[in-house]
């Protein structure tokens, strides 16, 4: 009688590693991944939703943060945020009638020589002509290129995680006229985080 081969399980080939969150926001484990080999991680982008971290507040639902891998020891893969991304549909529900929207968009480095492309929205109390919507968005423009440059880049992160930034940014904007809210619509890393070298390796 011939002998069957057997069917090799590649899942249970497979290695589980532990991700954590970014110092700032508490080193906590936030996911397990598969893989071949521990440092096959390196590199991955890991989306998770900022409720994942801070449970006391639904609305974190509707902010994804981006983690990049940076380096796995131990089973235990160390992450930095590259890119933060508040809920499209939300967002749009957020506008609405009576009042105007004005969006921010611009490219700011941090101190330590990161890029980061930021989009922000700001919401008047009331309906405003486009000669103070061009007012409002060079003045947070403003406020943004001062800010930033004062940060390092996990600085910047908490900042705009807590809204810290955007307090400071919609206060300037306020001396053209009275804002309601503010929201960070997206923050993208320009800046590799880790060099095309060092993904080889992995």
């Known amino acids: 009688m011939p002998k069957v081969a057997k069917v090799k399980d590649k899942w249970k080939s497979k290695v589980w590693v532990d991700v954590l969150a970014p110092e700032i926001l508490g080193n906590m ?3 397990s991944i598969p893989a071949n080999e521990e440092q096959a991680v390196i590199g991955r982008v890991v989306p998770i939703s900022l409720f994942q971290i801070y449970q006391d507040n639904f609305e ?3 902010i994804k943060l981006y983690l990049q891998i940076i380096k796995v020891e131990g089973g235990r893969a160390y ?3 590259k890119g933060i991304e508040y809920a499209r549909e939300v967002y749009r529900a957020m506008i609405r009638r009576g009042s105007s929207l004005v969006e921010v968009t611009g490219t700011y480095s941090t101190n330590d020589s990161y890029t980061v492309r930021l989009e922000v929205a700001l919401f ?5 002509n486009w000669s103070k919507i061009h007012k409002i968005r060079l003045v ?3 406020a943004l290129s ?3 440059p004062n940060m390092n880049y996990d600085q910047l992160v908490a900042s705009l995680l807590s ?3 955007l307090q400071k940014v919609t206060e300037e904007a306020k001396k053209v006229y009275p804002i309601k809210s503010y929201l960070l619509i997206k923050m993208k890393l320009v800046t590799k985080l880790l060099t095309p070298v060092a993904q080889q390796a992995a």
Not at 124 to 128: A, F, N, S
């Open 29 to 31: 484990v936030v996911a």
């Open 60 to 62: 974190n639902n509707n």
């Open 79 to 81: 992450t930095k945020v």
């Open 124 to 128: 008047t109390v009331d309906k405003i």
């Open 140 to 142: 947070a423009d403003k």
């Open 146 to 148: 001062d800010e930033v």
């Open 163 to 165: 809204g810290s930034l």
